[in-house]
């Protein structure tokens, strides 16, 4: 992890629905006897179950050895005590020690499995990273940053915020917000190791300093509670299959009076002139598409109701257009050819559509390119941007 993510403070539950016993935190202490009430709560927590025992430390920032071996004293004594019990240890990749010493546990007891949650959990993850969609990333930011860049200030950035730009991909539009409104501070996260790297080399490469990069779970950040005045998370709900877990972490990292701006698409409205029906029929076709792989690119107009169950007020919603007429239009060109790459080969592939129904996706994707390259076409991809206010 990224130490200029703040740790905060030693805590611990358990939650006797899940049967769970949950660390979250800095856990350092000097002696063993600053732990006697998380361990006698943690062996009381044990003694009321049977079945089954999740201990959940993918929150736990730190721990040093006098905690951890407090703690893995108690759940090995158990395993050996109660071999009925099968003791479940959740770990995260954000942090890379917690698998690497719990998994010494696994090793001692058989009835103790790691389990790192986030090892694969999110459906669209292979084809972003393996996709070589990462440099077309790029391309969509420098296009929709010409609508933004207005947008924004609208839903309440201004400079000297604090802003999180959360899922912040290849980092193109954190370093966009540094240089137009000079945040006060600004952290960017995602949970790719890969777009990250990108990230610092792209920002290195511009000479933009103070964007501060965190490789961290979106639905499990160790950020703590109300620290940014603008949270923005652009294009990436939208391959979550839970939305909502994401939404009320944006909720909580926000200050109360601050807002969350989001930007998800409705692909099946993207349009072309001419060619418009077969346009038409393969945008249909990928909003099924990804439907198939559980996520929703077509969660645009739903974004309302997303923020306002998530507990936010004053919503502003927008849509704008990216089109063939925003700049060069071999830009626009270069994007549909890149979606149709990934979601007419590898997603086309893995969902089994055969080889005819591939040709027929093509066709469509081919076609938007012809419109937005025709003299007298007209090609477009609407976008819509909204926000919420944390009640004060
Ligand atoms: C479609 S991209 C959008 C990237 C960027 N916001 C943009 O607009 O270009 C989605 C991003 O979400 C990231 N992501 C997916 N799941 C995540 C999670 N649980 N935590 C943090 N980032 C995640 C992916 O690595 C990817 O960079």
Known sequence: MNTEARS????????????????????????IDE????????????????????????????????????????IVKTSGDRPDLKIH??????LG???????????????????????EFYPGQSFL??????P????????????????LPRHGLKPGMHV?????????????????????????LDHSKSSLNYARKVAEDFGVRGIEYVYGDASEMLLEDNQFDFVTCRHSLQVFDRPDLILKELYRICKPGGRVYITNEKNSHCLGEPRSETIQRTYNEVARLWDHFNMDIELGPK???????????????????VTNLDGNPQDFADIIQSWEDVYAGQMAVERGDSVEDIRILKQGFQDHIFAALHPKGYAGWPIWAASGQKPQ
């Open 8 to 31: 905060p403070a030693f805590n611990y539950q358990f939650n006797e629905n899940d049967q769970e016993f949950s660390l979250f935190g800095s856990f350092r202490p000097q002696k």
């Open 35 to 74: 732990l006697a009430d998380c361990i006698n709560s943690l062996e009381a927590s044990i003694s009321n179950v049977t079945g089954n025992f999740y201990l959940n430390v993918k929150r736990l920032v730190r721990m040093n050895n006098v905690a951890f071996h407090a703690i893995a004293k108690r």
């Open 89 to 94: 240890v959740t770990t995260s990749s954000v």
């Open 97 to 119: 020690w917690s698998t690497r010493k719990f998994s010494t546990l696994a090793k001692i007891a058989p009835n103790i499995t790691i389990n790192e949650y986030d090892n």
């Open 129 to 134: 990273e393996d996709g070589g969609f990462i």
């Open 136 to 151: 077309i990333l790029r391309t969509q930011t420098k296009l929709t940053w010409r609508h933004e860049k207005s947008i």
């Open 164 to 188: 999180a730009d959360i899922c912040c991909g290849i980092g193109d539009f954190a370093v966009l917000m540094q240089k137009e409104f000079q945040p006060g501070r600004l952290i960017a």
């Open 303 to 321: 974004s309302r109701r997303y923020l306002l169950e998530a507990g936010f007020s004053d919503i502003s919603i927008e849509s704008f257009m």
